[in-house]
Nanobody, 126 residues
Framework: QVQLVESGGGLVQAGGSLRLSCTFSGMGSDDYTIGWFREVPGKEREGIACTSRNDRSKWYADSVKGRFTISRENGKNVIYLEMKTLKPEDTAVYYC???????????????????WGKGTLVTVSS
């Protein structure tokens, strides 16, 4: 059974940094893409970053490109989202998600995801 567990959310001032973690298990194979979404109440869940199934390429939404970095810890079932130069508009619940159907980049959409974590709240104060 696939499980994704996020951690690392919290309150940070604008301009600050935060690192989220997603520990996952039960994947069964290496043929998946894994990454991050975020959701603000009243808005659609937004895909912001993912790493390809072979970890050779990474994709970022324009809204976070240059400020956020997705990475995977070698040999461990953990990915990270390093967030820098945070802005109040980055305030959201951040979700880890995995897909086994090949979603990546422009197809990194919530409707295509196979598994989700429960989310972790990030609040950026101005």
């Amino acid at each position: 059974q696939v499980q994704l567990v996020e951690s690392g959310g919290g309150l940070v001032q604008a301009g600050g940094s935060l690192r989220l973690s997603c520990t996952f298990s039960g994947m069964g194979s290496d043929d998946y893409t894994i990454g991050w979404f975020r959701e603000v109440p009243g808005k659609e869940r937004e895909g912001i970053a993912c790493t390809s199934r072979n970890d050779r390429s990474k994709w970022y939404a324009d809204s976070v490109k240059g400020r956020f970095t997705i990475s995977r810890e070698n040999g461990k079932n953990v990915i990270y989202l390093e967030m820098k130069t945070l802005k109040p508009e980055d305030t959201a619940v951040y979700y880890c998600a995995a897909d086994f159907q090949g979603a990546y980049g422009s197809s990194w959409l919530s409707a295509f995801m196979d598994y989700w974590g429960k989310g972790t709240l990030v609040t950026v104060s101005s």
